[in-house]
Every structure is written in structure tokens, then in C-alpha cells.
């Protein structure tokens, strides 16, 4: 869980929220966008989890210099720098170098990733 000094919010009013992102960066607008709400979220509430699943997992694999691409490593930065968890769905090309990319990276199994989306109060999905 990660926090937020200046604008914390009560524990009994925190909800979990997930964002998944399940989009290639070639098609990154909506992407980067999910990626700058979370960031916005995590603000308010600590309890924000970024999923990177199907070809979403390549925002992490691929270094490619164009704007999408550079703004929605700028907003994961944030996030972990933020202590939220970043989650790249296992076996979809997550290997231990994609996971231990930075610090805050976690790579979960699909069906853990589902489990926790639907337990959320809210999940915000993006795909190509």
C-alpha cells in the first residue's frame, strides 16, 4: 500500500482501486491516460494497483522513445516512486528482468490478477 502525506484519507473511507491495462504501446493514448489517473488517484487514495496484462506487458519490455511511451514511464515512475505496486501479468513475456525492472514491480498469475480486480470497489480497464 502506498501513501500519501498530504492528503491522507481516512482508512474506513480508502477503496481499492485497479487500473488494467491491457493495451500494446502502439496504441498507447488511452494507456498513458489510465496511467496519469492512477497517478492522480494514488493522490487521494493509497490503495491504487496498476495491472500490466496481455500486450500491456510490453509498456515494460519494449524502450521506445515516442511521447506515449516516455509519458507512461514517467506516470509508472511516479507510482512506484509513490511505494504503489505495478503488477505485470506472469508468462506474458514477464521475465525476472522485466520484474525486477525497479523496485515496486511485482509479476502476478492471471487468474491472482482477476481475483483481486473483481474484489476491488473499482476497476478502471483499458485494451486495445
Not at 477503496?15 to 488517484?41: Q, Y
Not at 506474458?92 to 511485482?106: H, R
Amino acid at each position: 500500500m502506498c501513501s500519501s502525506p498530504s492528503l491522507e484519507v481516512p482508512v474506513r473511507e480508502r477503496k481499492r482501486i485497479s487500473v488494467v491495462v491491457g493495451s500494446h504501446p502502439s496504441k498507447g493514448k488511452k494507456a498513458v491516460e489510465a496511467a496519469r489517473m492512477a497517478v492522480g488517484l494514488t493522490l487521494r487514495n493509497p490503495q491504487v494497483h496498476l495491472f500490466l496484462v496481455g500486450s500491456g506487458t510490453k509498456w515494460l519490455l519494449e524502450e521506445a522513445e515516442e511521447k506515449a511511451h516516455l509519458e507512461f514511464r514517467k506516470h509508472l515512475d511516479a507510482l512506484l516512486e509513490m511505494g504503489c505496486p505495478v503488477v505485470v501479468e506472469r508468462g506474458k513475456g514477464a521475465s525476472e528482468e522485466t520484474i525486477l525492472w525497479k523496485e515496486g514491480v511485482e509479476s502476478w498469475e492471471f487468474p491472482d490478477i482477476v481475483k483481486f480486480v473483481a474484489d476491488s470497489h473499482v476497476a478502471i480497464l483499458v485494451e486495445d
